[in-house]
């Protein structure tokens, strides 16, 4: 059994900084993209941001050069360093990630966090 477990959300004011981690545990062989989505009641999920094994990122237009994923493969964490947050960055932010284990490859999710930004 794999897990994600979120860290790291919450308030913050216009303008501020949240770093989100998302830890992966359990009988990991190994982990291939690991991503961080969004959701707003109301509205579809967004892929926020992703990271492939090799480091490779790729970005919603929305949050370019404002938020940086990362990986740390040894500690099977990815992070999410949000810088300059806008009241729109306001969401439920879960990470995703392909995991492979003795039984196959598969998509786990973490439970969510919640960042709430402030004006």
């Known amino acids: 059994q794999v897990q994600l477990v979120e860290s790291g959300g919450g308030l913050a004011q216009a303008g501020g900084s949240l770093r989100l981690s998302c830890a992966a545990s359990?009988?990991?062989?190994?982990?291939?993209?690991m991503a961080w989505h969004r959701q707003v009641p109301g509205k579809k999920r967004e892929l926020v941001a992703l990271i492939t094994p090799g480091g490779g990122t790729n970005y919603a237009d929305s949050v370019k050069g404002r938020f940086t994923i990362s990986r740390d493969n040894a500690k099977n964490t990815v992070y999410l360093q949000m810088n300059s947050l806008k009241p729109e960055d306001t969401a439920v932010y879960s990470c995703a990630a392909g995991v492979r284990t003795a039984t196959g490859t598969d998509g786990y999710w973490g439970q969510g966090t919640q960042v709430t930004v402030s004006s």
């Open positions: 359990g009988s990991i062989i190994s982990i291939n993209n």
